[in-house]
């Protein structure tokens, strides 16, 4: 069932969003060649709960650490450890904050160092994904339109958008209904849910530079391209209004 939020739960989720944010932003400023992605988790364990919040992802079906970090033809799930960054690679962080009892979720794809033009331009199209996703999240329009707009704008690059991995809805749950794919297939969703103000989503476009197929690694946890080619994410929380999205884990700066 799609739990639709109230104005006091929205701002509560806007509270624990502002921590995301501000992960994020702590970490895109450490990332360096030569820092372990271990050392990026525990910088921003440390953060989260300076700021009064728990890591969402730690414990979260057993994961062990409080963010992932996912290297190169890492899609998403990569555990943070002994790995040290070098020129050229990219790095995906996903952090997962609860505060006062609600989630928020946002990821970042970061280049490190001098990256191929091909692979720069993966992750601002990858971004620029999410946008044109954001555009179709309006009141009256289904999940179908997300899902699409995301899709067209990614596949008309040539690109491989993941199937296996979709975005979500989000609340006092990590992971609610509904489910936000980054593709459609009437045959597979029918028409999809009708998007209503209140509902909180996690919209994340997970796009590869080459096959959208993705296998899990023997950690059980990470998540990676078949062909080993590139791949990039990027997410917000977003909740719906009748004045259109507003975006929770990323805000206008003052």
Known sequence: ???????????????AG????????????????????????AMAAAFIKSRGGEASFLGYDGYPKSICTSVNSQVVHGIPGRYRLKDGDILSIDV???????????????LIGDVPEEIRQLVEKTKDCFFEGLKAAVIGNRIAD????I???????GYGVVR???GHGIGRNM?????VPNYWDDRVFGHGVRLQAGMTLAIEPMINLGTPDVKRLSDGWTMETVDGRPSAHYE?????????PRLLTLHEKD
């Open 18 to 41: 502002r921590v995301v944010e501000e992960t994020l932003t702590l970490l895109e400023n450490a990332v360096c060649p030569g820092i372990c992605t271990g050392d990026l988790d």
């Open 1 to 15: 069932m799609i739990i639709i939020k109230s104005a006091a739960d929205i701002e509560r989720m806007d509270a």
């Open 146 to 149: 997300i899902s699409r707009a």
């Open 236 to 244: 917000n929380t977003v909740v719906l209004t009748d004045k259109g």
């Open 164 to 166: 296996a991995l979709i």
């Open 96 to 110: 997962g904050v609860k505060l006062n009892g609600f989630h928020g979720d946002a990821a970042r794809t970061i």
């Open 151 to 157: 899709q067209y704008y990614a596949e008309s690059f």
């Open 175 to 179: 992971h609610e209904p509904p489910d």
